[in-house]
């Protein structure tokens, strides 16, 4: 049973989630995080959906960890059906921070290619982090598929996604790179280099990528 202090005082933090100033509800979320209370689970998974601050976001993500993931996980899997991209986005980010494989099998291949590239790219982080032993080249698979997709930002976390798997990649990526789409032929070199050789940096895999494709297997000049 509760006292009347400790209901002043969950009103009072429920009430400060909801206020128009970002500096409020991330007090807010910080007292809730410090004193976890199943009670808050619902609002906090519902504010990760509509909060505009990325601390703020950030730190609902950290409130969320602080509490049982026998509580948290359903209430996350849930939001991964939500139409609000950043719903499903933000939930699937909690989940990699959770780290619970009872998860997993809500990693669906349609979150691993959902059209939003932020809802794809923390798919990507959640899988790697959240697959079982043995479920690795499966994965690989369906992460393959993505290759080429999107901008800098997204190919990069596809890469360290694919990488994070290990060696099992190698067959995909050596699939991948016979591909008709060029894009698809490059991104999949730079990921190979970037195996390879971990201190390479992207942006120097990607040119060597396209060098390869200019001058042919292996960049032999001469």
Not at 32 to 37: E, R, S
Not at 116 to 137: F, H, K, N, Q, T
Not at 167 to 185: G, K, N, Q
Request: some cysteine; glycine content about 8%.
């Amino acid at each position: 049973m509760t006292t009347p202090e400790e209901d002043t005082t969950t009103t009072r933090a429920l009430q400060g989630l909801e206020s128009g100033s970002s500096s409020v509800r991330l007090r807010a979320v910080l007292a809730v995080g410090t004193a976890p209370d199943p009670r808050f689970v619902g609002k906090l998974v519902e504010r990760c959906a509509i909060e505009p601050d990325f601390y703020v976001r950030d730190m609902l993500t950290w409130a969320l960890t602080r509490h049982s993931p026998t509580t948290t996980v359903p209430a996350l899997v849930g939001e991964l059906r939500s139409e609000r991209a950043q719903a499903r986005s933000q939930a699937l980010h909690t989940l990699s921070k959770i780290g619970d494989r009872r998860a997993w099998p809500a990693l669906t291949r349609e979150l691993l290619t959902d059209g939003d590239d932020e809802v794809a790219r923390s798919a990507w982080r959640a899988a790697v982090v959240l697959v079982p032993e043995g479920e690795e080249s499966e994965l690989a698979g369906v992460l393959a598929t993505q290759l080429g997709r999107g901008g800098r930002e997204t190919q990069l976390s596809l890469s360290r996604a694919l990488i994070a798997l290990g060696e099992v990649i190698t067959p995909v990526l050596r699939a991948a790179m016979t591909s008709r789409d060029p894009r698809v032929r490059q991104h999949a070199n730079a990921t190979e280099r970037l195996l390879r050789d971990p201190d390479a940096g992207f942006e120097f895999a990607i040119e060597e990528a396209k060098r390869v494709a200019v001058l042919g297997t292996g960049g032999q000049e001469g």
